[in-house]
Every structure is written in C-alpha cells, then in structure tokens.
C-alpha cells in the first residue's frame, strides 16, 4: 500500500503537532500525515514551560484558555541552597520572585498536553496514525521521499515531497544522516519520577513552624518550579494538576555519581531527603510505580538540521541542559522555522538560501546557548552567591535578548534564532565570560576545600523579571553579586590549594 502527501512528519508529540498545525494555518491545502509509534504518550519530562515556550503555546498556538483549565498555571524559578543534610529549613538560601509571576507560565502533564496538540492537528485536517513507527526513510531531494511505516504489523510505504523529522530523542535523521554529534564538553545526565504524598509547603501548618520564611514570600512557593541545588548537581521539584509532583535529579558525572540503592526512584528519593529542603517536603512522598526514568549523555545537536526534502525540528535537532527548561523553547523556534520554511517550499518559491541560514544558524545558536549558559555551571550550581548573581544575569538577559521579541511580534521573532548577528555575538560573549569567571570562582573554592560558606542564612526575593528597562535592577544584582564574589576570591591569593576534596555524597571532586 503507497500513500502520497506533501509532507509527513515523524514524531507526533510536541514538535511534530505543532509543525503540522502552523502548516495547516498558512497553507490549509497542505496533505499532511503524522506518524507517532506510541499508542498513548506517557508523562514525560518537559514539564514546566518558560516565558518564551509559554509564549509560544499562548499567542502563537492560541492554547490560553485550554492551559488555564487542563494545566496548572506555575510560579517562576526558585533555587535552594544548603551546606549539610542537618541544617534547619528556615535557614538555608533561597532565590526567587517574592511576587506572583508576571507572564504567563505553566507546569505541564505531557501526556495530556501532547495528546491535546495532536488532537488540535487532526481536527485541523492532518492525518494521523498512531501507533505507527517509522523504520526506513529514503531521502531524493526534490525528486520525492519515500518513508516505511509499520502499522500494526502491516508494512506502509509513504511518498511525500517533504519530510519532517520531530522523532526527539531518537533523532532519526540525524542519526541517519550521521549528523548526530554528541557534546562531550557537556557529561550530565538525569533520573527522574513522579511522586505522591509531597506536603504542601504553603499550608498553615508550615506558616505556623517557619514564621519568617512564609512572611517572607507574597506568593505560594509549591507552584514554582523549586530546584534543590548542590555541587555538581540540582534537583527539581515541578507540581502537576491533580496533585502529584515531578522531581528529578540532573548531574555532572566529573563531579557526583549516584549513590547505589534499591531502585532507581527510591535512589532519587534519598537523594532529595538529603538536602534539608527535601527532606522536610518529601518526607511521606512516595514514588509513583513504573514512572521512574533515567537518560545518560543527555546533550547532543545535529551538525545540519535540513536539506532538499527534509528538515528536523525540537528534540529531534537538539537537546542541551533542562536547568532553565529551554527544550520547548527550542521546540518552539525550529517548529516555526521549519513550518515557515515548507510552506514557502510548498508554494513554490526557491528556499536555498533559508534553508542555508538555518543550517548555519541553528549550530551557531545551540553552541551559543551552551557556551554561555551552561558550559562548566555544574562546578558552581552548589554555591548560592555565584548560582544567584548568575541566574540574575541569565534571566536578565533572556528577558532583553528573548522574551521581549517574542512578546513583541511573536510571528517575526520565532523565525529568529537565537545569537543572531552581531548583537547575539557580542551578548554570547559577554555571557560567556561571565560564566567563565563564575566556574573559575567556584573552581578555586573547591581547589582549596572552601565550598558551601554562603548557603545559609539569606534570601534573595526579588520583584519578578519583565520584558522592559526595569529588567536592568536585577541586571545590576546580579552583577553586584559576582563582582562581591570576585573580591571574596582575593582570600584566596596567598592560600596553597588542597589536591582535592570529596563532594558532599561521597564522589572525588578535582578542580578543574
Ligand atoms: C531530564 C529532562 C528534563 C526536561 N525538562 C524540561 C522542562 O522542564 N521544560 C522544557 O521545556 N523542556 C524540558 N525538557 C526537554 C523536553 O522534554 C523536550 O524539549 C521536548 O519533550 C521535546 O519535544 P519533541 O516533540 O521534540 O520530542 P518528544 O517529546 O521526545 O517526542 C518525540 C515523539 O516522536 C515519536 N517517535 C520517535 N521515533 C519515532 C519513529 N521512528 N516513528 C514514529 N514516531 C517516533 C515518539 O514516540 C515521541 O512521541 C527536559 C528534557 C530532559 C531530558
């Protein structure tokens, strides 16, 4: 059996519903056929959403009053900061907004959200099947794909003049191609669950045993997105509608390893129970069965990301660091490329040169994006001044470089990458260096046994970010706080380093 389409898609969740449905908004007439190999999404990582990828579910997707209802609506990023297992909650370091948050955001079940896009790209005109997994795909440029679809044990063959690769993970056509490239620079990996029974740390319970931390803060913290911090690791915390929790654990391998136990959830339990914050939250938290999951060698990119007939959009192309849940805002730019680019392919105009700028785009961005944001964070995550003043610059900047775009003229922005131009390289690198400095610092403090002296005692509850000039006083702190961290360094000037130190779980710890 041979079907023809203009365009079939491989993957069905997130990127591939979301490509299909921005098609089918610009050019109705579009034959598209999605293919997903799972005969239900199961609750996947990709839970909490940014203002960019809010932004773009929003405005772009038009899904407000659909995340108002099914979802729950999230309130920002806080950050916790600890020395030893034993220290009392109230007195370990949090960061975050004292306010509600001021654009919208969300905590996602995928399940329900992936399932609902797809839903949208059916009623829309698209055909779907499902489960139906791709297993062969041959690639003739404009002479025509033809894809091999297993369908309920029945082999299918697809022609199409455009395919489009939304596999995530998997990367089918990068890994076809050989254009899967691994970032080695980059070893971090993650175990994550869902879990029951996790108290509600906004009850008057908790306001009665810690006065001044629930004065402290205007707003619930339950509903943020919480990540418990240490050295060469963070752990997050991400509520769900209807009351279970996500919580997962990402680590560097240079600087901790899991400890051993019985199964991989109850690992990721006594890890959390570990930290105080953890502890006094998840004490009765339960793991919920047959959801526990682990990735190693999570980042990857692939070198070229489209060809004649072919284009790769979300995980597919790329994955970095969820420690600021970039992954659907990447998801949220190459599905508009990649829709903008077919639609103009489609009606007949030349796209040699688009199809150029997101090839040399889309690498320059993801290796921008890691250089700047991630590379070496890992050796300072643990530490609350420098993690502080570099969650102020980072966030800062994502809202001047990112999120006032988007907000702007939401159609127009999402067809720019990321670290475009000269402005995207002169930002790349200031950001990079402040990076630099910020691992060097916490390099030297662990080359000389000092790591942790600032996780107690303080918190830093700032008015919330907004995509305008105001932006700048947290700018400003943020900056203050480094260059505070870099004075504390000259300690260090006369000091010999130790050889090494063991890291709070046990794993050794060089300076690197
Ligand atoms: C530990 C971790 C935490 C994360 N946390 C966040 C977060 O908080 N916020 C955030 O924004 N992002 C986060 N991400 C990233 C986020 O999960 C991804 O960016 C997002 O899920 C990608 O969506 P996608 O549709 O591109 O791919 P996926 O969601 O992976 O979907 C791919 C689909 O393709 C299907 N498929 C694969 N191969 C085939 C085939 N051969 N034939 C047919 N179908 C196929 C699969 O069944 C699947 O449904 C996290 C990632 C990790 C690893």
């Given at each position: 059996m041979v079907s023809e389409f203009d365009v079939a898609i491989v993957g069905g969740a997130f990127s591939g519903a979301a490509t299909a449905l921005l098609l089918k908004r610009r050019r109705p007439e579009t034959r598209i056929l999605?293919?997903?190999?799972?005969?239900?999404?199961?609750?996947?990582?990709?839970?909490?959403t940014t203002e960019v990828s809010s932004c773009f579910l929003t405005k772009v997707l038009g899904l407000t009053s659909y995340l108002g209802h099914e979802q729950l609506v999230k309130q920002g990023l806080r950050l916790w900061f600890a020395n030893r297992p034993d220290q009392p909650f109230d007195d370990c370091v949090e960061v975050g907004a004292r306010y509600q948050a001021r654009l919208p955001t969300f905590q996602v079940d995928r399940a329900k959200l992936d399932a609902h896009l797809l839903e949208l790209a059916r009623a829309a005109g698209c055909e779907v099947w499902k489960p139906a997994k791709v297993t062969r795909c041959e690639l003739a440029g404009t002479s025509g794909q033809s894809l091999g679809v297993k369908v309920e044990g029945e082999e299918r063959e697809v022609h199409?003049?455009?395919?489009?690769?939304?596999?995530?993970?998997?990367?089918?056509?990068?890994?076809?191609?050989?254009?899967?490239?691994?970032?080695?620079?980059?070893?971090?990996?993650?175990?994550?669950?869902?879990?029951?029974?996790?108290?509600?740390?906004?009850?008057?319970?908790?306001?009665?045993?810690?006065?001044?931390?629930?004065?402290?803060?205007?707003?619930?913290?339950?509903?943020?997105?919480?990540?418990?911090?240490?050295?060469?690791?963070?752990?997050?915390?991400?509520?769900?509608?209807?009351?279970?929790?996500?919580?997962?654990?990402?680590?560097?391998?240079?600087?901790?390893?899991?400890?051993?136990?019985?199964?991989?959830?109850?690992?990721?339990?006594?890890?959390?129970?570990?930290?105080?914050?953890?502890?006094?939250?998840?004490?009765?938290?339960?793991?919920?069965?047959?959801?526990?999951?682990?990735?190693?060698?999570?980042?990857?990119?692939?070198?070229?990301?489209?060809g004649e007939g072919w284009a790769i959009a979300g995980d597919a192309a790329s994955f970095i660091d969820p420690l600021y849940s970039p992954g659907l805002d990447l998801c949220a730019y190459t599905t508009s490329v990649v829709s903008d680019l077919l639609v103009r392919s489609l009606g007949g105009e030349d796209t040699t040169e688009r199809q150029r700028y997101y090839n040399e785009q889309f690498v320059t961005t993801y290796r921008y994006w890691f250089e700047t944001l991630y590379q070496d964070k890992y050796f300072y995550m643990g530490e609350a001044d420098l993690m502080s003043a570099a969650l102020l610059l980072d966030v800062g900047t994502y809202f001047i470089g990112l999120v006032r775009p988007v907000y702007g003229n939401p159609e127009r922005a999402f067809l720019e990458l990321p670290f475009e131009g000269t402005p995207g390289r002169l930002f790349a690198g200031m950001m990079k260096f402040y990076n630099r400095r910020l691992s060097a610092l916490a390099k030297n403090r662990i080359a000389h046994g000092v790591t942790g002296t600032q996780n107690a005692g303080w918190r830093e509850l700032y008015d919330g970010f907004v995509p305008d000039f105001r932006v700048q006083k947290l700018i400003r702190k943020g900056l203050f706080r480094w260059w505070r961290a870099e004075l504390l360094n000259l300690r260090f000037l006369f000091a010999s380093p130790k050889p090494a130190v063991a890291a709070p779980t046990g794993a050794a710890v060089e300076a690197g």
């Open positions: 999605i293919l997903e190999k799972a005969s239900e999404f199961d609750r996947k990582v990709g839970e909490s199409c003049r455009w395919v489009v690769d939304a596999s995530g993970r998997a990367a089918f056509l990068a890994r076809k191609l050989g254009h899967f490239r691994q970032n080695t620079a980059h070893p971090i990996n993650a175990v994550w669950a869902r879990f029951t029974g996790v108290r509600d740390w906004d009850s008057y319970e908790w306001r009665e045993k810690f006065p001044d931390y629930a004065a402290a803060s205007r707003t619930g913290r339950a509903w943020a997105t919480n990540h418990l911090m240490g050295q060469g690791w963070w752990c997050w915390i991400i509520p769900l509608k209807g009351g279970d929790f996500s919580a997962g654990l990402v680590y560097d391998s240079r600087l901790f390893k899991l400890p051993e136990g019985a199964s991989l959830g109850e690992r990721l339990r006594e890890h959390i129970l570990n930290h105080p914050v953890g502890r006094e939250i998840f004490r009765d938290a339960k793991v919920v069965e047959h959801d526990a999951r682990a990735y190693s060698a999570l980042p990857y990119y692939s070198a070229q990301v489209c």
